[in-house]
């Protein structure tokens, strides 16, 4: 059974540092693209990054809200992908997902979610 | 960047017909996915390619599109679709996925 599982949120201060991890299991995640999507309070889902698979070099690519900030790397020993998301803004505030893409399809599975709070 | 748009919310009565619209520029040209998004869960892709349908999802849940509008289509809905659902596309001029809005369904 393919199953992702997000962990590292919690409350981080405006300008801080914080590292998310998604353990992937039933599958090889490095035959996959990843990808993070999140959903601040009240708003809809919004694409934060990807990554390609290992047969295309684990390329990234960001949306121009967290490029510079975010950046995504993976761990094939742990069959992991880690978002580290650098100088946090309030507006980072949102429900993290860790999902599998079918290069340039869907995203056919989606973890349950990691909430990030920036606050003072 | 590549936008799309879709209606707020959509209201239906139990055993009739919901139809989410997504508007994009030429939308037709694109491979549009949907998602179904539950409080508190996972969210679920209903339709992939257009038209697709993943296993495990009803039959009432169809796509389509023309023009600048793609089209999700849930016949006799029932208590259980109610959930905001989102369409989606690729955006080769900025190499970036987008996300509609978003549309809450609410079953009456």
């Known amino acids: 059974e393919v199953q992702l599982v997000e962990s590292g949120g919690g409350l981080v201060q405006p300008g801080g540092t914080l590292r998310l991890s998604c353990a992937a299991s039933?599958?090889?995640?490095?035959?996959?693209?990843m990808d993070w999507v999140r959903q601040a309070p009240g708003k809809g889902l919004e694409w934060v990054g990807r990554?390609?698979?290992?047969?295309?070099?684990?390329?990234?690519k960001f949306a121009a809200s967290v490029k510079g900030r975010f950046t995504i790397s993976r761990d094939d020993s742990k069959n992991s992908l880690y978002l580290q998301m650098n100088n946090l803004k309030t507006e980072d505030t949102a429900v993290y997902y860790c999902?599998?893409?079918?290069?340039?399809?869907?995203?056919?599975?989606w973890g349950q979610g990691t909430l990030v709070t920036v606050s003072s | 960047s590549y936008v799309l748009t879709q209606p707020p919310s959509v209201s239906v009565a139990p055993g009739k017909t919901a139809r989410i619209t997504c508007g994009g520029n030429?939308?037709?040209?694109?491979?549009v996915h949907w998602y179904q998004h539950r409080p508190g869960q996972a969210p679920v892709v209903v339709i992939y390619?257009?038209?697709d349908r993943p296993s495990g999802i009803p039959e009432r849940f169809s796509g389509s599109k023309s023009g600048d509008t793609a089209t999700l289509t849930i016949s006799r809905v029932v208590a259980g679709d109610e959930a905001d659902y989102y369409c989606?596309?690729?955006?080769?001029?900025?190499?970036?996925?987008?996300f509609g809005g978003g549309t809450k369904l609410t079953v009456l």
């Open positions: 999902s599998r893409e079918r290069a340039a399809s869907a995203f056919d599975y």
């Open positions: 390619y257009d038209y």
């Open positions: 990554s390609r698979n290992k047969a295309n070099n684990y390329i990234t």
């Open positions: 989606q596309v690729w955006d080769s001029s900025d190499d970036h996925w987008v």
């Open positions: 039933g599958f090889t995640s490095s035959d996959y693209y």
């Open positions: 030429n939308i037709a040209t694109q491979n």
